[in-house]
């Protein structure tokens, strides 16, 4: 093992050239959740608790409906993005590493979904 | 460059024997809040899930989220919330190549503990 040059020991540990670009895109999530996270919050705050009508009322319309819909997709890709990262450094073991990763991602993508459908169906039907 | 002696160099830091300190407890608390908050974003699309089913279907999950247990996960998740969105900042801010200095970063460091805690108790006045 000691006698292995630096180059023979990374070598077939996969790509060094793939990460810069997931880095930029999870600044590019966090910057784009400054406003929208502080745009959904007060409003949902205000909801949480409240009758069921007053809850339809309030996310019918377009502004809310749209802040929250955006607010979604992003913190959903967000938190996929943060995650993956969470996983790679501390699951080794390459099987249980591929599974988490692609449960992760499947998994934000179904909220992201479930969100935006639950949004759109109160914002459409309303 | 090859280094003969790889496999038996000490490892540092050890986190055992290492003095937590306001960079690295910040450092793991981002990480933290940022798992933590899973919860509630799962939760939060449930209410909406629920909000579009029916008024029923509403007051069930809307009862659980604002019975003690709710509250507990909300109010933790708040917490995490405004941690996370000024740690965030003070990271961004270190992205774009400012505020790195040791006494910055404690300071701002302190800045983040501070405004986090005061954004979840103006907010849960707000919200009350």
Known sequence: MSYLTDRKRVDGLGVARGGVEHWISQRVTSIALIPLSLMFLFPFLH?????????????SHPYHAIVAVMFFIVLCKHLHQGLQVVIEDYVHAPRLLLSSLILNKLFWGATAVMAVFAIAKIAFSA | MADANQGNRPLSPHLQVYRPQ???????LNRITGIGMSLATVLIAWWFLAAATGAEYFAVVDGFLTSWFGILILVASLLAFWFHFFNGLRHLRWDAGYGMGMKSVMRSGQVAVVMSIAATILCIILAV
Do not use: C, F, W
Request: zero cysteines.
């Open chain 1, 47 to 59: 909801n949480l608790g409240a009758d069921h009508a007053a809850v339809l009322q309030t996310y």
């Open chain 2, 22 to 28: 306001i960079t690295s407890v910040l450092s793991i």
